[in-house]
C-alpha cells in the first residue's frame, strides 16, 4: 500500500515553525505521496485511506475554526484510530482532541472528544519554556529522550496517566501540576510541544517512519547531523534553570 501522508490546513498550522515537520518528513519519504489539504477544501482522510495525518500549532483564532471544520468528520478521525491511521498534533492543535476549550472571555468552544480533558485559556500569562521528557514506544528496549518547545497560552485539565506521551524530566505536563505530557493512543499522538517536533527529534521521527510504512531501518532525513544537534539539546535542557530564548 502506498504512503499517503495528509497535512492539514497548513497555512494555519505554522506557527512555531510546525511547518517545518511536514519539510522534514517530507525529505525523510520521497517516495510517498503528501497531500496538503487547505481549510476551504474537504480533508483526504474523508473519502480515502491514508497512512498519516497531521496538523500544527495554530493561533487562537484559526483553533476556534478548525474546530467547527472537523467535527462533522469526527466518527471518520475515530474510525481511523482504530485502523492504527498514524496521526500527530502538535501545539494548540492537540487542544481540539479534548472534550472543551474555554476560551479567555469564557465562552466554551467544543472540541473533538476524542480524548477526555479540558482547556483553559489565559491570555494573561503567555507560556513560553523548555521540555525534555521520555517517550516509551511499545516493545522498544529503551525509552526515546523528546526535547521541544511549549508555547501556549493555556493549560489542561484530565487523566493522562494511562494515555500520555511522555513523562517530564524538564517542564511540565498536561499542566504545572502534571509531569505526564500529552495524548498517545495507538498510532495517535497529540502532544503541546512545538518547534518543530520532528526535526528536533530524529529518533522519534524514524519510529513514526516504522509506522507509518511498516519497515524498519528507515533513516530520517540529515540523520548524523540531526543527531548531533539533536544530543546536544538534550543535554543543554538537562541544564538547571535553562530558559527559552524569546
Sequence with gaps: MAVVI???????????????????LKASLPDAEFVE????????????DVSFVYMGYMTEAEQEKVAAKLK??????????????????TGSAAELLGTSITLANGRVVEGL????????????????????????????????????????????QGDNAEEGFCTAKVGFGLNRQSRIEGFHRGNLFATWLCGPLLPLNPLFTEYLMTLVT?????????????LAAYRKRVEEFKTPGIKMPI
Design 6 to 24: 495528509e497535512s492539514l490546513f497548513p497555512e494555519f498550522g505554522n506557527q512555531g515553525g510546525d511547518n517545518g515537520n511536514m519539510m522534514y
Design 37 to 48: 489539504t487547505s481549510f476551504s477544501d474537504k480533508p483526504a482522510f474523508v473519502t480515502r
Design 72 to 89: 462533522p468528520y469526527r466518527a471518520r478521525l475515530e474510525q481511523l484510530v482504530e485502523q492504527g491511521c498514524v496521526m500527530l498534533f
Design 113 to 156: 472528544g476524542l480524548f477526555d480533558f479540558t482547556v483553559t485559556q489565559d491570555l494573561s500569562e503567555r507560556i513560553a519554556e523548555v521540555f525534555l521528557g521520555s517517550f516509551e514506544p511499545a516493545g522498544a528496549a529503551d525509552p526515546i529522550d523528546i526535547v521541544g518547545y511549549k508555547i501556549q497560552f493555556t493549560q489542561a
Design 214 to 226: 511498516g519497515e524498519q531501518g528507515r533513516s530520517a532525513a540529515f540523520r548524523e547531523e540531526a
